[in-house]
């Protein structure tokens, strides 16, 4: 829903900006040069993940799940959270964001990733990632990125995806 407003955010901007000279006579590229310039401007951040919050193996309700990216082009720090349901399950859509074209492929892009859980007064790292690219899914090669975390079970996982890139955290991939 967020890529729907600053879509629409952006498709404003343009028609009060061009409209008044290119609409009258051009609205057909008008509307193309906008949606392409949006389509290609538009990079994925964090891809979707969806998981279970358990306690020996029985779902745990009303968990916060916290998702935190730190994105250095721009300096940037996004933060949102939701809460587990009945079933302990938890999810997150894709994080887009808008770059400028001439930026898109120029500047390396670090994208550091975390999940993070409240449970029983601590915190505790689920997933930790630095993400070097845009494409969606790739930080594991799987989307959405699915993953199961048991308090039960005192485990850390660890993982690399084909870029090398390292994974960690107490939240185990499941397909």
Same mark, same amino acid.
């Given at each position: 829903?967020? #890529?729907?407003?600053?879509?629409?955010?952006?498709?404003? *901007? @343009?028609?009060?900006?061009?409209?008044? /000279?290119?609409?009258?006579?051009? =609205?057909?590229?008008?509307?193309?040069?906008?949606?392409? *310039?949006?389509?290609?401007?538009?990079? %994925?951040?964090?891809?979707?993940?969806?998981?279970? /919050?358990?306690?020996?193996?029985? =779902?745990?309700?009303?968990?916060?799940?916290?998702?935190?990216? !730190?994105?250095?082009?721009?300096?940037? +720090?996004?933060? !949102?959270?939701?809460? +587990? !349901?009945?079933?302990?399950?938890?999810?997150?859509?894709?994080?887009?964001?808008?770059?400028? #074209?001439?930026?898109?492929?120029?500047?390396? =892009?670090?994208?550091?990733?975390?999940?993070?859980?409240?449970?029983?007064?601590? !915190?505790? %790292? /689920?997933?930790?990632?630095?993400?070097?690219?845009?494409?969606?899914?790739?930080? +594991?090669? +799987?989307?959405? #990125?699915? @993953?199961?975390?048991?308090?039960?079970?005192?485990?850390?996982?660890?993982?690399?995806?084909?870029?090398?890139?390292?994974?960690?955290? #107490?939240?185990?991939? /499941?397909?």
């Amino acid at each position: 829903m967020e #890529i729907i407003t600053e879509i629409k955010i952006f498709l404003g *901007f @343009m028609h009060d900006a061009l409209g008044q /000279v290119l609409e009258t006579s051009f =609205p057909y590229l008008l509307t193309f040069i906008a949606l392409a *310039f949006i389509i290609i401007g538009f990079v %994925c951040l964090f891809s979707k993940i969806e998981g279970t /919050v358990l306690f020996d193996n029985k =779902p745990l309700r009303n968990i916060t799940v916290t998702r935190k990216v !730190d994105w250095n082009i721009p300096k940037k +720090t996004y933060i !949102d959270s939701t809460k +587990t !349901d009945e079933n302990g399950k938890f999810k997150f859509g894709t994080l887009y964001r808008f770059l400028p #074209i001439p930026l898109n492929g120029l500047l390396h =892009p670090l994208i550091r990733q975390e999940i993070n859980i409240s449970f029983n007064q601590k !915190d505790y %790292c /689920v997933w930790s990632h630095t993400k070097s690219n845009y494409d969606k899914g790739k930080e +594991t090669g +799987t989307n959405p #990125i699915k @993953m199961e975390i048991d308090f039960g079970i005192n485990n850390k996982y660890q993982g690399k995806n084909k870029y090398g890139e390292i994974y960690y955290g #107490i939240g185990k991939l /499941v397909k």
